[in-house]
């Protein structure tokens, strides 16, 4: 029965906003002629589709994932593809330093042990939630003055495109799904250790022989994105 309830739901709120909020399990069944045990089945059975979000003490909202795109010719912009849905995303710097990163970033990044990049830590929202955040390391070769130049809130791609004009392009990637580890359901303030998406990316600048500038590792909410990846593997 609750999932007929659920496909009734789906159906009624396909069309709503993002944000939409949902009357209270009562009324709701009141308004679907069921009992208030199926409402909450079926809401829960929504929630599991990514449909609606049930946030404790302020109630059900109607929620869609954004499709976050990974292919050759798509930006590897993470604001590009939260406007493209119709979101607001906002990017804060919490951190920076200059440090030696571990092998594995200096193995993509195609550097000897000797080098030092600049590892910066950001947080990003969409609507003014927080949904991730992302620890870089970039070369400072390339990005003379960047935390001078980098506004705390402005799109990495966007500066390192528009002002250091290095016409960047995916030139890596790996993506997987997992359970959230403690520390990323901590920063995020996620309860227990539902599923995350782990992006790791790294961006070359077309306009110096398409020379490694940044390496990522992105920790995303699966309840607010899919990734979708196009790969093609004609040039």
Known sequence: MYLVVAETLAAQIADMHVGTRLPPEDKLARQLGVSRLTARAALAELESRYLVL????????VSRRIDYTISRDNPPSWSASVRNAGRTPAIRTTSWRLDKPPV????????????????VSRDRYVD???????????????????????????????????HYRLE???????????????????HLRLHGHPPVIAIRSRTDAAARGHRPVELTISWLRADIFRVDVDFDTNP
């Open 54 to 61: 049930r946030r404790q003490g302020s109630g059900t909202f």
């Open 128 to 162: 003014d939630e927080l949904v991730g955040f992302a620890d870089s390391w970039l070369d400072p070769e390339l990005l003379p003055d960047l935390p001078q130049t980098l506004d705390t809130t402005a799109s990495l791609h966007d500066v390192l495109d528009r």
């Open 168 to 186: 960047p392009v995916r030139g890596w990637f790996g993506v997987a799904i997992d359970p959230a580890p403690p520390e990323v359901a901590r």
């Open 104 to 119: 594995e970033v200096r193995r993509r990044m195609r550097i000897d042990a000797r080098r030092q990049l600049l590892a």
